[in-house]
């Protein structure tokens, strides 16, 4: 198997916060971690630990202060501006807040045209079509495509967040802690229709969390973030074993599924 | 044993809470639990007054004690609440010791006993072992401290009851697992009646003794906790249960 | 919402929106609505008391004062108009370069701003005029020079908050270079409060205008001017008053229309309300 994202060594470092400008806070350090095409990775860890500070890394948002982040064996830094658009095409972040995500003056149909727009070459006559493919493929009636987001419920702005990573066909979707706040039908809702996505595309996920159910639900195998650093790591099947302190402390959070049973 | 009665709220033409009525008594915790948007937390703001503009309650009655009460004045007295998102409920501008002042303005605790008052109601949240938190400004904290300082806010307006609507959804499930820690030690150990929203029945589960399950603004099941896990009787109730726990499986 | 709470001040914007429309119709249609030339000198007719021909009476030289007044309009607020033009666009550009670029871009074009906010615009004014002479467009340049800064601040505030918005890093995610981020996300967040804060300044820059121009560094006589108007009236303050007072008169309605005008739309179009209410 090929990777489609591989980070070597990466490290980032924030400056210390207060009128002193302490020493520089170090977020992530030393990260190596490779998604292949089709592999689903579970980045779990708790508030603070750097999770999303790596996604938006891997995504090429931020630069790192150390290391480099390899998209199919390109390093991003290194990516001419026809490489760079082939690497936003490939790799999608769907966002944590759905609502917060979308330009509430835009139009649903705008804002799925947006990634059509600026990261494929389908000519504009066909954006409308392909829209109303997208909003379908996430259980959304094609009609929404003339609503603002304000107009929706939660759950349909987050399934539009989703459908817009989509729209470019991507080879890896990040999912930063984009389905941990959803009620629990909503999420095994979508959940579901990723994995669906993922038996008809082979689309690659990295679904960044705190929540080790939706990791062993969801992944492949499970990458475990302690004070930004990999501490434990781990395939799903046939059971999720972890060995580190701060994994357990993770496991051991899960809330009993029935009364009476700690 | 005190309890509250409510019923008929609505909001113009579209009633959101219809016949709602949850009885809450002392030393025992309430799970108000339902899907997003099922009116749960409309539910609570009627019963503390304070709903939203564009709503209004337009029938029901709270009771306590089996008396006629006023929502308002149950507020911060007999009642004390503790919200979803723990950063908007303080004033940035504020330390934790000044919002503590003024609960114990409301309180008329005032001088020494309410300083030793103070401390001891943020050591029962969990906050007393760090010395300099009343001069902590809110952004200097943790979503999980902010909350524990809010618990701590309600335990020190020396209200019987506590509201809280949500209050583990911002947290991660370490912090989250601490505060339910919090709050079933409080209730054992204060005889404090606890009604907690939310729409993890991992939570509740966790920490309910009774379970009321909303769906589209009308209670359609109260049960005992254990009760409502082993034979669910209304469909909604069946729905919350099946996605409950699909999520703790594991797919082959 | 904002009206509705205010019933009281909702009919004095109405008169503000009304009378600033009415001068803005003057500076447009007012060669077509002027009675007579306001440029023509009748001596026989100095100091003609109102009566029909000429409502408002006549001035030192004959000329009919309505006219003047009407044509003053357009001197006024035309100059004020490509101040605005100026300003806004340079605001737009320097701001908006300077907030979405960031670093050291940014840190330069603030210190140049710095630089231009440290000058009075009535000294500018001097300044330029004892270098490159009077006339209407020193005046207009020593405003415009004077006040960009100004705009390009308030831009840059506005960029750089709306930079951090979700949906703006939702954009880059979907591949938007950052000019399309700039027109398509930021821009329609910077432009209501500018506009309002554009309107606010109309009434300030009139001042500036009709000031310099009563002083004499301005527009030059016999161009009719409300400043330059006031100027040629002050000898005869004594025994003709009105001469000075009609175009007071029409300097003070116009700056009190746009400065409503402006704290109306300030109001409506506060950036705290427009995000609250998801506009």
């Known amino acids: ?262 | 044993m005190e309890t509250w009665r409510e019923a008929r709220r609505g909001r113009e033409a579209v009633p959101l809470v219809r016949d709602a009525t949850l009885e809450l008594r002392a030393g025992e915790v309430l799970a108000l639990v339902g899907a997003s948007g099922s009116g749960k937390s409309l539910a609570c703001a009627a019963l503390l007054g304070v709903l939203p503009p564009g709503t209004r309650r337009t029938g029901g009655r709270v009771l306590l004690d089996g008396a006629d009460a006023e929502p308002a004045s149950l507020r911060g007295r007999a009642v004390a609440c503790v919200l979803q998102a723990p950063r908007t409920a303080f004033n940035p501008l504020r330390t934790i010791g000044d919002h503590a002042g003024e609960t114990l303005a409301v309180a008329g605790l005032r001088g020494a006993p309410g300083r030793a008052a103070r401390d001891a109601a943020f050591a029962a949240a969990g906050l007393g072992d760090d010395p300099r938190w009343p001069d902590l400004y809110p952004f200097q904290m943790s979503g999980g401290m902010l909350q524990r300082a809010m618990i701590a806010l309600a335990l020190l307006s020396g209200a019987p009851f506590l509201i809280a609507d949500e209050p583990t959804t911002d947290l991660d499930l370490v912090a989250q697992g601490r505060i339910l820690d919090l709050l079933a030690r409080l209730v054992r150990e204060r005889g404090l009646g606890l009604l907690i929203v939310t729409h993890d029945l991992g939570v509740v589960a966790r920490l309910a003794d009774r379970v009321a399950v909303m769906e589209a603004g009308r209670i359609v099941e109260t049960a005992p906790a254990a009760a409502l896990f082993s034979e669910p009787a209304a469909p909604a109730t069946r729905a919350l249960l099946a996605a409950h726990r699909a999520l703790h499986e594991i797919p082959a | ?279």
Request: aromatic letters at 4%.
């Open chain 1, 1 to 262: 198997m090929t990777a489609v994202l591989t980070a070597v060594g990466l490290g980032k470092a924030y400056p210390g916060a207060g009128w002193r400008r302490g020493a520089p806070r170090t977020v992530l350090d030393g990260i190596d971690l490779a998604i292949a095409e089709g592999e689903c990775v579970a980045l779990i860890g708790r508030s603070g630990s750097g999770k999303s500070t790596l996604a938006r890394l891997l995504l090429g948002l931020e630069a790192p202060d150390r290391g480099t982040v390899l998209f199919r064996g390109q390093s991003l830094a290194g990516l001419d501006r026809a490489g760079q658009k082939r690497f936003r095409a490939a790799v999608q972040m769907v966002l944590q807040d759905p609502l917060s995500a979308v330009n509430p003056r835009h139009a649903v149909g705008r804002i799925l045209a947006e990634p059509l727009r600026h990261l494929t070459d389908l000519p504009a006559a066909a954006h409308p079509a392909r829209v109303a493919d997208l909003l379908d493929g996430v259980g959304l009636d094609p009609d929404l495509a003339g609503r603002l987001p304000g107009q929706l419920s939660g759950g349909q702005v987050q399934r539009v967040g989703l459908a817009r990573a989509l729209a470019t066909r991507p080879a890896l979707v990040v999912l930063d802690e984009a389905v941990s706040n959803l009620d629990a039908p909503r999420q095994v809702e979508i959940l579901d229709r990723l994995a669906a996505l993922r038996r008809r595309h082979g689309t690659a996920f990295l679904l960044v969390t705190h929540d080790v159910r939706l990791a062993r639900r969801f992944a492949d195998r499970v990458v475990v973030l302690g004070e930004g650093r990999i501490v434990d790591a781990a395939p799903c099947r046939p059971a999720l074993v972890l060995t580190h302190p701060a994994a357990r402390e993770l496991v051991d959070a899960v809330l009993p599924a029935e009364p009476g049973r700690p």
């Open chain 3, 1 to 279: 919402m904002t009206t509705a709470g205010l019933p009281a001040r909702s009919g004095s914007v109405a008169a503000a929106g009304a009378l600033a429309a009415g001068f803005v119709l003057l500076a447009l249609a007012g060669p077509l609505l002027v009675p007579h030339d306001p440029l023509a000198v009748d001596l026989a007719h100095r100091f003609a008391a109102p009566d029909l021909a000429h409502p408002l009476g006549t001035d030192h030289l004959g000329r009919d004062i309505l006219s003047r007044l009407i044509a003053g309009a357009r001197t006024t607020l035309g100059a004020v108009l490509v101040v605005l033009a100026v300003v806004v666009a340079l605001g737009l550009s320097v701001g908006g370069l300077a907030g979405m670029v960031g670093g050291r871009v940014d840190a330069v074009l603030m210190r140049l701003c710095d630089v231009f906010l440290t000058v009075p615009t009535f000294v500018l004014a001097l300044f330029m005029i004892g270098a490159l002479g009077t006339g209407l467009v020193n005046v207009v340049a020593a405003i415009v020079l004077s006040h960009w800064a100004w705009y390009a601040r308030i831009v840059r505030g506005l960029v750089l908050e709306l930079k951090t918005r979700d949906y703006v890093l939702a954009a880059r995610i979907a591949g938007a270079p950052r000019l399309a981020i700039f027109a398509e996300h930021v821009l329609p967040g910077v432009v209501p409060p500018l506009a309002a804060l554009a309107t606010l300044d109309i009434g300030h820059m009139a001042l500036h205008v009709a000031g310099l121009s009563f002083l004499g560094l301005g527009v030059q006589p016999p161009t009719p001017e409300w400043g330059v108007m006031i100027n040629d009236a002050r000898p005869f303050f004594w025994t003709r008053p009105l001469l000075v007072v009609w175009p007071g008169l029409a300097i003070a309605l116009a700056v009190l229309a746009f400065n409503r005008l402006g704290d109306a739309l300030r109001d409506r179009l506060d950036p705290a309300l427009v995000a609250g209410r998801g506009l």
